[in-house]
């Protein structure tokens, strides 16, 4: 009897994280729909051809970011210092100069593998060191920059000359859509897969959900942390690869903000700041929301000050609903 006891709680309260994550997945796709019908109803220009290609290329470089953050969120931590690798890797695309057939070789593995050793380093620090990660991404973030202005001289990086298979990666289209956009919706199809329906997904989600127990029935905690965090690496290189083509003027500090808004797209596609829940695809949802907000406020040519303003208040909005319904399963 006390197993039937146990098995109807079981039941019931796995019943109730389903639905809680039901209706998280319907929240996004609704508060989405009610953006697109709301902004196009109060500015003619939004639902321009231009206006939406341009959301999407930008949503290309946070959605990037936001893909690896998924994966480091999920799996129990944190990470602050992503957008300074993506400067870092875009800047280091530029410097190679993809002009010449050697170059282009160059700013397409390079920048690829600083992502990976970025990660690499930060995922040992806080997958096997077991520190901090707020405060050690927090390091990370400010080494990474101060390389970045070594690398630079402080100075603007300009690409004058563009063209060929690099200008096509953020400039290129396939009919009406940027190559950007396809290759970013082959990349969410993969990661969306990858925490789904793999062993590795699996191991992220337990390590997240609880560590210990994780550890004590055979996962490799630390590895799987570490994998993570060069996940994230390897998206913030592709991001800054893009970012590269499709800027080709760079300024040193231009990549740290990616950090906030790619974090800002996870917590409003639901995933859990504890770990252990997320979905990759309502990640990508979160990043359109974001970027659909600032670009109203552009279009009504609202003060930049007032945009930081909101992005802020968008993330503690998000962080505050995350909490309380966490607080209502629990």
């Given at each position: 009897m006390a197993d039937s006891i146990s098995t109807g709680v079981k039941s019931r309260f796995l019943g109730r994280i389903g639905m809680g994550r039901n209706l998280v997945n319907f929240s996004i796709w609704f508060f989405l729909a009610l953006m697109i019908i709301l902004t196009g109803f109060l500015s003619k220009e939004f639902l321009t051809t231009t206006n939406i290609m341009n959301i999407l290329r930008e949503a290309v470089i946070v959605s990037v970011i936001a893909i690896g953050m998924s994966f480091v969120i999920i799996a129990g931590e944190f990470d602050l210092s992503s957008g300074a690798v993506l400067g870092l890797c875009a800047i280091v695309a530029v410097k190679m100069d993809p002009s010449t057939p050697a170059g282009l070789a160059l700013s397409l593995t390079v920048p690829l593998a600083v992502g990976v050793l970025c990660g690499l380093f930060t995922g040992f620090l806080v997958g096997y060191l077991k520190m901090n990660a707020f405060i050690t991404t927090l390091g990370v973030q400010y080494l990474i920059y101060g390389i970045t202005l070594l690398y630079t001289g402080g100075n603007h990086v300009y690409m004058k000359d563009i063209s060929g298979i690099f200008y096509k990666i953020g400039n290129g289209y396939l009919g009406i859509l940027p190559l950007s956009v396809i290759g970013l919706a082959g990349l969410l199809i993969l990661a969306q897969w990858v925490l789904s329906y793999t062993n590795f997904g699996q191991y992220v989600k337990t390590s997240g959900t609880n560590a210990r127990a994780a550890a004590l029935s055979g996962v490799r905690v630390e590895k799987t942390k570490t994998i993570a965090f060069v996940i994230l690496g390897l998206c913030a290189s592709l991001g800054?690869?893009?970012?590269?083509?499709?800027?080709?003027?760079?300024?040193?500090?231009?990549?740290?903000?990616?950090?906030?808004?790619?974090?800002?797209?996870?917590?409003?596609?639901g995933t859990s700041l504890l770990g252990g829940r997320g979905n990759i695809v309502n990640s990508f949802i979160g990043a359109l929301l974001m970027l659909m907000v600032v670009n109203v406020m552009i279009l009504f040519n609202i003060s930049y000050n007032y945009q930081l303003l909101v992005r802020g208040l968008i993330l503690i909005v998000a962080v505050t609903v995350e909490v309380i319904g966490r607080r209502r399963n629990g």
């Open positions: 800054g690869i893009v970012l590269a083509s499709w800027i080709r003027r760079l300024e040193p500090s231009f990549g740290l903000r990616y950090s906030f808004e790619g974090i800002t797209a996870v917590v409003l596609g």
